[in-house]
Nanobody, 125 residues
Framework: EVQLVESGGGLVQAGGSLRLSCAAS????????IGWFRQVPGKEREGISC????????YYEDSVKGRFTISSDYAKNIFYLQMNNLQPEDTAVYYC??????????????????WGQGTQVTVSS
């Protein structure tokens, strides 16, 4: 059974940092793509960072470039989102996701098979 369990969300002041973790089980990163998404109430979920095996690239949404970093620990089957210089507009529920590699859609699309439960990130001004 595939499971994604997130941790690391919380409340932080503007300019602060958080690291989100996503512990994966039931699959390996070798043949899957992974990504991070976020959603604000009333808005569509958006892809903010992902690894694309098909295109051999790492994607960052424009507003997080230079501030967020996606990484993975293959040995532990955990992937991370390091978030620095957080701003109030980063407040959202953050989700990790995984899908088999080589989907036809970009890795920042919402076409993922497996999703974490979501973790709240709140940034105060």
């Amino acid at each position: 059974e595939v499971q994604l369990v997130e941790s690391g969300g919380g409340l932080v002041q503007a300019g602060g940092s958080l690291r989100l973790s996503c512990a994966a089980s039931g699959f390996t990163f070798d043949d899957h793509e992974i990504g991070w998404f976020r959603q604000v109430p009333g808005k569509e979920r958006e892809g903010i960072s992902c690894f694309s095996k098909r295109d051999s690239l790492t994607y960052y949404e424009d507003s997080v470039k230079g501030r967020f970093t996606i990484s993975s620990d293959y040995a532990k089957n955990i992937f991370y989102l390091q978030m620095n210089n957080l701003q109030p507009e980063d407040t959202a529920v953050y989700y990790c996701a995984a899908r088999p590699a080589y989907y036809g859609s970009p890795c920042w699309s919402l076409e993922y098979d497996y999703w974490g439960q979501g973790t709240q990130v709140t940034v105060s001004s």
